[in-house]
Nanobody, 129 residues
């Protein structure tokens, strides 16, 4: 059973930084896709950043390009999201998710949440102005 556990959320002032982490348990087979999603108050869930573990290809939503960086550790068991220059509109619950069938990490369709079958419990990020 695949489990994802996020950590690293918190409260920060605008312009500050946070790093989220996502530990992946229970899957050590083929390469797959990992993604960060977020859902702010009264908003729909949004795909923020994605990464393919088998080569590191990445995807970023336009709203976070140049500010957020997704990465993985050498064991491929931990995913990170470095968030810099945070804005109040980045306030949201952030979720890590895994798509075990993504087959190569083509991000042509962006981050499609229905493709991700495994989700963490979420970690709250609050950015004050």
């Amino acid at each position: 059973q695949v489990q994802l556990v996020e950590a690293g959320g918190g409260s920060v002032q605008a312009g500050g930084s946070l790093r989220l982490s996502c530990a992946v348990f229970g899957y050590t087979y083929d390469d797959y896709c990992l993604g960060w999603f977020r859902q702010g108050p009264g908003k729909e869930r949004e795909g923020v950043a994605g990464l393919y573990t088998g080569g590191g290809s990445t995807y970023y939503a336009d709203s976070v390009k140049g500010r957020f960086t997704i990465s993985q550790d050498n064991t491929k068991n931990t995913l990170y999201l470095q968030m810099n220059s945070l804005k109040p509109e980045d306030t949201a619950m952030y979720y890590c998710a895994a798509d075990l069938l993504c087959g190569g990490g083509s991000w042509a369709a962006g981050l499609v949440d229905t493709h991700f079958g495994y989700w963490g419990q979420g970690t709250q990020v609050t950015v004050s102005s």
